[in-house]
């Protein structure tokens, strides 16, 4: 049975996780860096085999509750990464930190009660439940694609900033890597999108071209009829503030982040499971592509 022509539940994606650290476990560590607001185990899961002073390379899925193919694409990553060895040299020189599933709450409540469920499931007011995680970071909040007074809007960003256990559980464990965190990328769909910041405002960092370049080699490992656009979230979507991608680079400085929407087909969010193998591939080589890029960085 392939884990990866369906689409896991939390704790089937636990059980996962927990068997390829049992078959593997001088390279790959699983653990918990919180609970969510029911009380499921947050887990990052660590892929490495360096020995002192490796880039960590951090990769989050799961934030929309919908989004399934991100938490399934961030599994095949660690799958690939320490089931195949071509890979060896990005297992070594990295510290790969692999948060599969951000959000397990909203996820399972997708999955059981609600497919198109975006949010977290907190209670809010007016009987509303959830805060868009993407939109209650402490970075220029609620200032723009979120508004405080709708607490059952889809993208509700939350009444404050790090309302919510999950973000607040991301921002302390990247706190605790104390600058080793050199990457960041935030698995969501859909689109076919290679997001660059800032997220809140048109305007660029000074940085911008070392991350469009990068991006652009990403974008070109793509085959043909598979095209991924490159650009910041308010040039090729809409301006929001509150973002993780935003708040990981201007507040915990992780030089390279990015937002990543993946695929683009006629479903949308909501991609049959008998697809998901045929899009994983791909999207391995772009995030190796990535890897590639920081090894030659750092
Ligand atoms: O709206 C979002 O959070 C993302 N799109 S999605 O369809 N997956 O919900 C885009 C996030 C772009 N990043 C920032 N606005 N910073
Ligand atoms: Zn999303």
Redo the contacts with the bound molecule.
Sequence with gaps: MSPFDQYLDYQQMCNYTQSLQEKYPGIINVSSFGKSYEGRDLQVVRVTRCKNHCPVMLIEAGT?AR?WIGPATALYIIHQLVENNTNNNLVNGLDWRIIFLLNPDGYEYSRNHDHVW?KTRSKQENGCFGV?G??NYDIHWAEV?AVTTKPCSS?YPGHEPFSENETRALKNYVLGLKGKAKFYLSL???GNYI?LP???TSEKPDDIELLKDLAEIVGDSFSKNNTYFIGS?PEL?Y??GG?S??YMKAVLDIKYSF?M?LTKTEWGFFIPSTHILSIMPEVYIAISEFAKGMLNTY
Excluded: I, V
């Design positions: 929309h989004e975006r868009d993407n939109r694609g993208t969501h769909s859909y997001l800032w997220g809140y979230p979507l301006a929001a973002s991608q935003d937002t929407e």
